[in-house]
């Protein structure tokens, strides 16, 4: 594909419309075939309807305009777009769990709130926040969190593991500990993701 790339330049605008979907890519294209097209018409069609100095104006035109274009994209040739939001989103949770269960809370964290400035309505990835927040002792954050999730639409899926996490909120709040069965579980998710939530998940 890298070896294709350079071939864009071939047509003005190419360049930005197939690599990163540019409008003006698209209207500079389109321009240049009517152009094209206009002196293709002139010379060999049409020839009746033009004077020679008209079809000299003309091929000089596509010519310029060509050339110009060829060199502006040559000096500014675009890279290809990136992964999307939703691989880039994916890929954050991914570094955040693995963050998580290297017990590297800050990197996990960090991570967990980039996620959810791409993918606002990511109800695992607040989840496994309000845990995070949990596990550090910032208990007040923690409920806060867990609640407007449990209240939100995208908190349907995880009401049983939003309600285990409050209630341990709540029995360390109380001076609690965790039972052993409880210190296992290290995700909030200990025996799977539910079904309705199509992305698979390692728990």
Same mark, same amino acid.
């Given at each position: 594909?890298?070896?294709?790339? !350079? ?18 890519? *698209? ?25 020679? /100095?008209? =079809? ?8 310029? =305009? ?11 040739? /675009?890279? !290809?777009?990136?992964?999307? $939001? &939703? ?7 991914? +570094?955040? %769990? ?20 791409? %993918?606002?309505? &990511? ?22 969190? *867990?609640?407007? *999730?449990? %209240?939100? &639409?995208?908190?349907? $899926? ?11 909120? +709540? ?6 500990? &965790?039972? #052993?069965?409880?210190? +296992?579980?290290?995700? #909030?998710?200990? =025996? ?12």
């Amino acid at each position: 594909m890298r070896v294709l790339r !350079p071939l864009t330049l071939v047509w003005p605008g190419l360049a930005w419309l197939w690599l990163r979907g540019s409008g003006a890519g *698209l209207t500079l294209a389109l321009a240049f075939a009517v152009a094209l097209d206009m002196a293709i018409i002139a010379t060999w069609i049409w020839t009746e309807f033009f004077e020679l /100095p008209a =079809v000299i104006g003309l091929w000089a035109g596509v010519a310029v =305009v060509w050339v110009i274009a060829t060199v502006s994209a040559a000096t500014t040739f /675009p890279t !290809p777009l990136q992964a999307g $939001p &939703d691989a880039v989103a994916d890929a954050l949770f991914t +570094a955040a %769990r693995d963050a998580y269960l290297a017990r590297d809370w800050l990197a996990a964290e960090t991570k967990l709130r980039a996620l959810l400035v791409l %993918r606002p309505t &990511d109800g695992e990835a607040q989840l496994l926040l309000g845990t995070l927040l949990r596990r550090v002792g910032r208990l007040r954050e923690a409920r806060t969190a *867990l609640e407007a *999730l449990s %209240r939100s &639409d995208v908190g349907v $899926p995880w009401r049983s593991a939003i309600a285990r996490e409050i209630g341990r909120i +709540a029995k360390t709040a109380a001076g609690g500990a &965790d039972s #052993p069965a409880e210190q +296992a579980a290290i995700l #909030p998710l200990a =025996v799977g993701v539910p079904t309705a939530v199509p992305k698979e998940r390692a728990a």
